[in-house]
Nanobody, 123 residues
Framework: VQLQASGGGLVQAGGSLRLSCAASGRTFSARSMGWFRQAPGKEREFVAGITWSGGSTYYADSVKDRFTISRDNAKKTVVLQMNSLKPEDTAVYYC?????????????????WGQGTQVTVSS
């Protein structure tokens, strides 16, 4: 499975960004998807996750009610809509896929990773 992330950029606090992650290759191996982020000097942390089949969604408390994850099965794309962005959301964002249906918050549980995309929120 290959994952291609896009959509990062620079935005002012309170603004919005939309990240996309396109999956290709043996996509049947990807049963659930997650977005993670990593700020300088910090560990990679879970942001949001979704299952391909039922579309069940999961969010970190820090982004709940501000971020929305969705998927387009036909296009094999997962989107992370980020609203009301804060400076503390600044990080490199990664999409990831795992071969199990259950979404987890542990990066080591994911089998495939896309390249990161930088999100910078200015105050």
């Amino acid at each position: 499975v290959q994952l291609q992330a896009s959509g990062g950029g620079l935005v002012q606090a309170g603004g919005s960004l939309r990240l996309s992650c396109a999956a290709s290759g043996r996509t049947f191996s990807a049963r659930s998807m997650g977005w993670f982020r990593q700020a300088p000097g910090k560990e990679r942390e879970f942001v949001a996750g979704i299952t391909w089949s039922g579309g069940s969604t999961y969010y970190a408390d820090s982004v709940k009610d501000r971020f929305t994850i969705s998927r387009d099965n036909a296009k094999k794309t997962v989107v992370l809509q980020m609203n009301s962005l804060k400076p503390e959301d600044t990080a490199v964002y990664y999409c990831a896929a795992r071969s199990r249906v259950v979404v987890t918050i542990t990066p080591e549980d994911y089998d495939y990773w896309g390249q990161g995309t930088q999100v910078t929120v200015s105050s």
